[in-house]
C-alpha cells in the first residue's frame, strides 16, 4: 500500500482533488498497482537494459544474465555477446558438463584452462573484462579500472619438442622397390591435385568425367572441403609447391561466414581436423585460428535437453536438428561419438573448457544409459538420451564412436581410463555377440537387430581390423594375443572382398548368407568409392606385424586404383565392382585424398613416419598428437 505523506498546512493529495472517501481508496489502489507494474516490468527488460541496471544491483542482474545463459539455445556459442559474466566457469568450480568419472589429470587440465581462458574471446571478437568485489579501486572521480588478462597461447614450440620422432621421419633402411611404389603414390596424389586445381579449385569435389567442380550440401556452405582434406596429406608427402597453393587458398578464400545446412560430423572431421592437424604439422597460425572459429559455430548443436548433439546443424544461425531419416529425431552414434578427439584439442589450443565440457558431457549420458547385451545401439535421442532403435553396427552408422573411445585413451597418453574401459567392455560385447565365422572360415562382424543378426559386413566396418590390432598392441596376455589374432581375420576377409571383384577393389557392402562368402548380393551394395578402411587397417597391421603381406595387398590396390579409377582429369569411383570395364560415378571424393592416398603413402614409409608413438589419426585421417605434457606458453598461470 503507497502512503501519500500530508505537507504541513495543505489538506491530502486526493482531498484536495475533491475526492470522497470511497474514490480515495480507488485512486489509492490504482496508483499502488500502477507503481507495482512499472517496477516488476525491470525485469521483463533485456540483460543488457542500461535502464534495468539503474534499478537493480550488478549481482543480480548479473545472476539473471547466467540463468539466462545457461537455458538459451545459443549460448554456447554466443563468445561475441555483449555480458556481464564470462561463459567460462569460475575458477574455483569443477567443469559444468565434466564427467565425474573423467581422469583426474582431465579434470585438471579443464580448471587450469578455465583459469588461464578468463572470458573467453572468439577469434575476432573484442576482448572481455571482468571485474568484482575485492578489485582495487579508482581515485575518486577516476574511471574504473579494467583489468585484462593475457590471452592464452600454445606453446608451439615447446610442442614439437616433444615429439619423439621426425614428423616426415628419417627416411632411412628402405630398399628400392619400397622407395619406388611410395613414389608412385605420390605421383597419384599429385595427379589428383592438380586435376582439382585445375578445374573444381574452391568448390568441394571435383568430377573429372565433366572437368567441373561439385559443391553439395553436406557443409552447410563451406567451400573447399578437398583442400582441406589435402593439406596434411600434401605436408606429408613434401609436395611443397601443391601444400603452398592449398595453404594460401585457406588465407584468401576460406569463407566461414556462410548460412546453410551443414552435417555436424563431417565438418569437424573434415574440416576441423584437417586444420587442426596442420596446424601441429606446421605451426601456420592460421589453421589454428580457422579451426577455433569453425569449432565455435558447431557449438549451439549441443544445446538440447542432454547435451547430446543434434545432427544437423546451420552454420549461420547456429539452428540445430536432427536427420529426416534418423528415427524419431534421434542423433546417431557414429556422429555424435566422434568428436572427442577434435573438441579436446580445441580446448587444448584455446585454453577454453567449453569444447572439452560437451565431449565429456556425452560420456556421461552415455556412460548412464543401459546397453543392451553390453552393445551399443546407432540411434539415441537427444532429448532422453534413450536409445530409439537397438540396431548395433560396426560399420555405418556404428563405426567410428569404437575407434574413438581407444583413440581417446591413446591421445591422452593412456590417461584416460574412462574411455579405455568403454572400449574393452563395447569390444568384449561385439567378440560375444557379433564376430562370426563364415562357413568357407572367414571371420566377420554382422550387424544386430534387436537380437536377429543380418549375416553383412560393410566396407566401412573394414576399419576394425586396424582398429582392433591398434589395441591389442597395448593390451597383455593371452588378450593381446587374441585381439591381434582376431584383427588380421577381419583384415584377411576385407582382402577376400577386394580380391574376389572382378577389379579387386571391394564394394560397398557384402555378405555371408544364401551361400556367399564376402562377396555383395545386391546391385545397390556393389559400387565403390575410393573408400579407404581397407588400406587403412593394411596400414596398422603392417606396422605392428611387418608382415610383408599388407604391403603386397596395398600394392594390389594401388594397381587397381590406377587400371579401373584413373580417368584424364582425376579419379572416379566405380559402379560395379564386379564389371571389368565399370562404369565411373564422376565423382573424386575428399577423403580420397585424405585418407586413401595417405594410408597406402604410409604403408610404404618407415615407421618413423607419423609415428604411432606421436599421432592418432583421427577418422578422416588427420593426424593429432598424443598429449604427452600441457602445452600452455611458459609464465602463464
Known amino acids: 500500500m503507497v502512503v501519500l505523506r500530508k505537507l504541513p498546512g495543505m489538506p491530502g493529495w486526493p482531498a484536495a482533488l475533491g475526492l470522497r472517501l470511497p474514490q480515495k481508496f480507488l485512486f489509492l489502489l490504482f496508483l499502488s498497482g500502477l507503481l507495482t507494474l512499472c517496477f516488476g516490468a525491470l525485469f521483463l527488460l533485456p540483460d543488457s537494459s542500461r535502464f534495468k541496471r539503474l534499478f537493480l544491483p550488478r549481482r543480480a542482474t548479473a545472476s539473471a544474465s547466467s540463468s539466462s545463459s545457461a537455458s538459451s539455445s545459443s549460448a554456447s556459442s554466443s563468445s561475441t555477446r555483449d555480458t556481464d559474466l564470462p561463459r567460462s566457469p569460475p575458477a574455483a568450480a569443477e567443469p559444468r558438463h565434466a564427467s565425474p568419472a573423467a581422469p583426474r589429470r582431465l579434470r585438471e587440465k579443464l580448471r587450469a584452462a578455465a583459469r588461464m581462458a578468463g572470458p573467453h574471446t572468439a577469434p575476432g571478437s573484442r576482448q572481455q573484462v571482468q571485474g568484482g568485489p575485492g578489485r582495487a579501486q579508482p581515485a575518486s ?40 611404389r611410395r613414389m608412385k603414390i605420390k605421383e597419384m596424389m599429385k595427379f589428383a591435385w592438380d586435376n582439382y586445381k585445375q578445374y573444381a579449385l574452391g568448390k568441394n569435389e571435383l568430377r ?24 596434411d596429406t600434401l605436408y606429408i608427402m613434401e609436395l611443397e609447391e601443391e601444400f603452398q597453393e592449398a595453404k594460401q587458398w585457406v588465407e584468401k578464400s576460406f569463407d566461414l561466414n556462410v548460412n546453410g545446412e551443414a552435417s555436424l560430423f563431417e565438418v569437424n572431421i573434415r574440416y576441423i581436423g584437417g586444420l587442426l592437424a596442420t596446424y601441429y604439422l606446421t605451426g601456420e597460425e592460421v ?9 565455435e559455430k558447431l557449438l549451439p548443436a549441443f544445446n538440447t535437453p542432454t547435451g547430446i548433439p543434434r545432427g544437423v546443424i546451420n552454420l549461420g544461425s547456429g539452428m540445430s536438428w536432427s536427420w529426416g531419416w534418423a528415427s524419431a529425431g534421434s542423433s546417431i552414434l557414429a556422429e555424435f561419438g566422434t568428436l572427442h578427439l577434435e573438441f579436446l584439442h580445441l580446448s587444448e589450443l584455446s585454453g577454453n573448457p567449453v569444447f572439452a565440457e560437451k565431449v565429456m558431457n556425452i560420456r556421461r549420458v552415455l556412460s548412464r544409459v543401459e546397453k543392451p547385451q553390453g552393445l551399443y545401439p546407432n540411434f539415441l535421442s537427444p532429448v532422453t538420451g534413450s536409445w530409439v532403435q537397438h540396431h548395433v553396427s560396426i560399420g555405418g552408422l556404428g563405426d567410428s564412436f569404437y575407434e574413438y573411445l581407444l583413440k581417446s585413451w591413446l591421445m591422452s597418453d593412456k590417461k584416460d581410463s574412462e574411455a579405455k574401459k568403454m572400449y574393452d567392455d563395447a569390444l568384449e560385447a561385439i567378440e560375444k555377440h557379433l564376430v562370426k565365422k563364415s562357413a568357407g572360415g572367414l571371420t566377420y562382424i554382422a550387424e544386430w537387430r534387436g537380437g536377429i543378426l543380418d549375416h553383412k559386413m560393410g566396407h566401412l566396418a573394414c576399419f576394425s581390423g586396424g582398429m582392433i590390432a591398434l589395441g591389442a598392441e597395448h593390451s597383455a596376455g593371452d588378450r593381446r594375443q587374441r585381439h591381434m589374432e582376431l584383427a588380421a581375420e577381419i583384415t584377411s576377409t576385407c582382402h577376400e572382398s577386394y580380391a574376389r571383384s572382378d577389379t579387386k577393389l571391394g564394394p560397398e557392402a557384402f555378405r555371408f548368407d544364401a551361400g556367399s562368402e564376402a562377396t555383395a548380393t545386391r546391385l545397390s551394395e556393389r559400387y565403390y568409392i575410393l573408400r579407404p578402411e581397407v588400406v587403412e587397417s593394411y596400414m596398422y597391421l603392417w606396422r605392428l606385424t611387418h608382415h610383408p603381406k599388407y604391403r603386397h595387398w596395398g600394392w594390389e590396390v594401388v594397381q587397381a586404383l590406377e587400371k579401373h579409377c584413373r580417368v584424364e582429369a582425376g579419379f572416379s569411383g566405380i559402379r560395379d565392382v564386379y564389371s571389368s570395364t565399370p562404369i565411373h560415378d564422376n565423382m573424386q571424393q575428399s577423403f580420397f585424398l585424405a585418407e586413401t592416398l595417405k594410408y597406402l603413402y604410409l604403408l610404404f614409409c618407415e615407421d618413423d613416419v607419423l609415428s604411432l608413438e606421436d599421432w592418432v589419426f583421427n577418422t578422416e585421417a588427420h593426424p593429432l598428437p598424443i598429449n604427452h605434457t600441457d602445452f600452455k606458453a611458459a609464465g602463464q598461470p
Open 208 to 231: 573429372p568425367l565433366t572437368k567441373n567442380g561439385h559443391i553439395g550440401n553436406m557443409f552447410g556452405g563451406l567451400r573447399g572441403a578437398t583442400v582441406i582434406d589435402a593439406l
Open 141 to 180: 572521480g577516476a574511471p574504473p579500472a579494467r583489468e585484462t588478462r593475457a590471452p592464452f597461447r600454445f606453446d608451439y614450440e615447446r610442442f614439437r619438442r616433444s615429439l619423439r620422432h621426425p614428423v616426415r621421419g628419417g627416411r632411412s633402411g628402405e630398399d628400392a622397390e619400397t622407395r619406388a
Open 287 to 295: 589453421f589454428k585460428s580457422k579451426a577455433l572459429e569453425l569449432g
